[in-house]
């Protein structure tokens, strides 16, 4: 009898519990909302509160991964479940990001009033009501300790949150949730800022670098050369391709990660592409086609070997073919090289050469890859001039109090120790000094005590 699982005692606890998981079960279109950790949790709490063991240890372990499950993602219930319906990705958010309201189809509408008021009634199944049902249904003299914490939304995010706690029936708040996928787009591109290609799906990039445009001194030209293009992508114009080109610690790659921090709040998201994946890219940018928000598909130290596939699939994206080109994505490739596919002194035909008759054409074709790039920006290697004066530029923002002349002498002997002058080594120098500067005083006021 012991691990027979009967009933709970309660009537009207049992009556509750019961409608729902049949509401949560109906879920037309937001059935994702429930298939995380947190929701998937949920569940099984309710299915273990309605029918638990005498002993009712199912019932608090489940309520324990409830619990554990809110605090690995550090939010409350009721914020899970709305930020879960803004990144939820099904029929509806996909067509609302590209669609007017008044263009979908009413069924379709029907169906999200449906689901949103189901998920109003689950979100006002607090985290504080199902500690009381288990301490009920668990015989227990106090109620599990209540997740909670304060509310740290922000933005839109905030905004729609506030609307719907002030709404009485969720089921009214269909064209406004719509406006909300139209603004900022749904699934994992409103989840995320920056993503990278991997194994054949989007993975989300929670962390991604924090590197601002206003750190990064120098190569002027480029810099405004590139941000006019990413404003074309930005206004829905036609940007062109990039090939960010020249010597390594230049800060290519920098540059192109700093417009993400610039620019994310009008939409446009970073894509990382390994070269190993480029062979995907047909297939990534077609995915990206109709979608509300603007891409930027970065392809970092880009080189080719002969005959390699990925050198195809890039070629088709940066040519086109018969598909139109979607403007709401473009191409920005870093390269130490001017030359993209790499050429072997064997490669070059000669009057012997009796494998290819049109030998000349296929080593021009190698050669000219890089000009299928619309835009190409030289990055010159740093002279002493422009290397220190990124260095001073970085060291006024790390508030660093040393003189110039001190600073400048340091900085000198360190790209001469290690990787010359760019600014990559301006700001490994940067770093490791403001580092040691904050080290070494706070031993000295240690040691005056």
Not at 4 to 27: C, E, G, H, N
Not at 402 to 415: S, V
Request: charged residues 20%.
């Amino acid at each position: 009898m012991d691990n027979q699982a009967i009933p709970m005692a309660s009537t009207s606890l049992y009556t509750k519990v019961q409608y729902l998981q049949r509401q949560a079960a109906s879920l037309l279109l937001y059935q994702s909302v429930l298939q995380g950790e947190v929701g998937m949790a949920f569940l099984e709490l309710l299915q273990a509160i309605r029918y638990t063991n005498t002993d009712a240890r199912g019932c608090l372990q489940a309520y324990g991964s409830y619990f554990h499950a809110l605090a690995a993602r550090n939010q409350n219930w009721e914020d899970y479940l709305i930020i879960q319906i803004l990144f939820s990705e099904n029929p509806f958010t996909k067509l609302a990001g590209v669609r007017e309201f008044e263009d979908l189809s009413p069924a379709l509408v029907a169906a999200v009033q449906h689901d949103l008021q189901i998920l109003q009634s689950l979100y006002e199944c607090s985290s504080a009501f199902l500690s009381e049902w288990v301490q009920d249904v668990a015989y227990m003299p106090i109620s599990p300790v209540v997740w909670y914490k304060e509310q740290e939304l922000a933005g839109v995010e905030t905004k729609f949150t506030t609307y719907l706690q002030e709404l009485d029936n969720w089921g009214d708040a269909v064209e406004e949730l719509a406006a909300y996928y139209q603004q900022c787009g749904s699934g994992l591109f409103a989840e995320y800022r920056a993503l990278r290609w991997q194994s054949g799906q989007f993975i989300g990039i929670r962390y991604s670098d924090p590197v601002k445009l206003s750190a990064l001194v120098g190569y002027e030209s480029q810099k405004d050369a590139l941000l006019k293009n990413t404003e074309f992508l930005l206004s829905g114009e036609m940007a062109l391709h990039v090939l960010l080109y020249g010597s390594r610690g230049s800060g290519k790659s920098s540059l192109v990660k700093s417009l993400l921090n610039e620019f994310s709040n009008r939409s446009l998201r970073l894509l990382e592409v390994a070269k190993s994946d480029l062979k995907d890219l047909p297939k990534i940018v077609e995915h990206l086609r109709g979608v509300s928000q603007k891409f930027i598909i970065f392809v970092d130290d880009l080189s080719f070997e002969e005959d390699d596939d990925a050198f195809k699939a890039l070629k088709v994206v940066l040519e086109g073919n018969l598909t139109a080109r979607p403007q709401n994505v473009a191409v920005y490739a870093t390269s130490n090289r001017r030359h993209l596919i790499r050429e072997f002194f064997v490669d070059r035909p000669t009057p012997k050469d009796n494998e290819e008759i049109h030998a000349w054409d296929t080593m021009q074709e190698k050669l000219s890859f890089s000009d299928r790039f619309g835009l190409t920006l030289t990055f010159e290697p740093a002279n002493q001039k422009t290397y220190l004066k990124i260095v001073q530029h970085l060291a006024a923002q790390a508030e660093i109090n040393i003189t110039q002349e001190d600073l400048e002498f340091q900085a000198l002997q360190w790209a001469t120790r290690h990787n010359g002058r760019s600014g990559r080594t301006a700001r490994q120098f940067v770093d490791f000094l403001k580092a040691d500067l904050r080290l070494f005083h706070e031993n000295n006021n240690t040691s005056n005590t």
